[in-house]
């Protein structure tokens, strides 16, 4: 079946630090390929996503892109801020009997210090 | 703002009650979707609606679960005979139907369930 595996964390940066965080991924056919985030006492909201190979998705100063070679996904920022603290989730969609679902990682906790 | 809603959004409950949780998707999605998120972990698929028909449920949902969406519109999702292993973070998301193109789903801020 479907899988996503993230790197695992917590991740603490300080400030204007580089973020990477890793995502790898198993699946059939062409899933499209997402970055939700969650912030403390929030819902899962959508970061970035990219529909299709070499594909690169952006958002906020967050960047993937989507590597069907290597079925990877890794969410990149050159510069974090305090606010960019939260836990970010990879996910894919594919098909399942008839409708998409979303197969998602174990997240990533980052902590941005000031 | 017209987002994916859900409530109660805390409830604590003692082992063995009932527990009943609602959805109210975005107005124009036909699509409805429960998910089950643990702590640390990411969330996982219970089962969705398509309308007011429930088309697919996970071997996760249990036969102490179930499901509804009566008119097509808001859903609700009880929990009989609660235990503690029940407790989690219970995500409802809406979209139109396959997801859109690409599968994107909007996400309700959660109901959590805490079973004393």
């Known amino acids: 079946g479907d899988s996503v595996t993230q790197m695992e964390g917590p991740v603490t940066l300080s400030e204007e630090a580089f973020l990477t965080i890793n995502c790898t991924y198993t699946?059939?056919?062409?899933?499209?390929l997402f970055w939700y985030v969650q912030y403390p006492g929030e819902g899962l909201q959508l970061l970035l996503k990219?529909?299709?190979?070499?594909d690169k998705g952006s958002n906020k100063g967050f960047e993937a892109t989507y590597r069907k070679e290597t079925t990877s996904f890794h969410l990149e920022k050159g510069s974090v801020q305090v606010s960019d603290s939260a836990v970010y989730f990879c996910?894919?969609?594919?098909?399942?009997?008839?409708?998409?679902?979303?197969?998602f990682g174990s997240g990533t906790q980052l902590t941005v210090l000031p | 703002d017209t987002g994916v809603s859900q409530n109660p959004r805390h409830k604590i409950t003692k082992r063995g009650q009932n527990v009943t949780f609602r959805c109210d998707p975005i107005?124009?999605?036909?699509?409805l979707y429960w998910y089950r998120q643990t702590l640390g972990q990411g969330p996982e698929f219970l089962t969705y609606?398509?309308?007011?028909?429930?088309?697919?449920k996970s071997r996760l949902l249990s036969d102490r679960f179930s499901a509804e969406r009566p008119k097509g519109s808001f859903s609700t999702l009880e929990i009989q005979r609660t235990e503690q292993g029940d407790s989690a973070m219970y995500l409802c998301?809406?979209?139109?139907?396959?997801?859109?193109?690409?599968?994107?789903?909007?996400f309700g801020e959660g109901s959590r369930l805490t079973v004393l």
């Open positions: 998301a809406s979209s139109w139907t396959s997801g859109g193109p690409h599968g994107e789903l909007f």
């Open positions: 699946a059939t056919g062409y899933p499209s």
């Open positions: 990219a529909t299709k190979a070499d």
């Open positions: 996910a894919l969609s594919s098909f399942s009997g008839s409708a998409r679902q979303l197969t």
């Open positions: 107005s124009e999605h036909n699509r």
């Open positions: 609606f398509q309308n007011e028909a429930q088309l697919e």
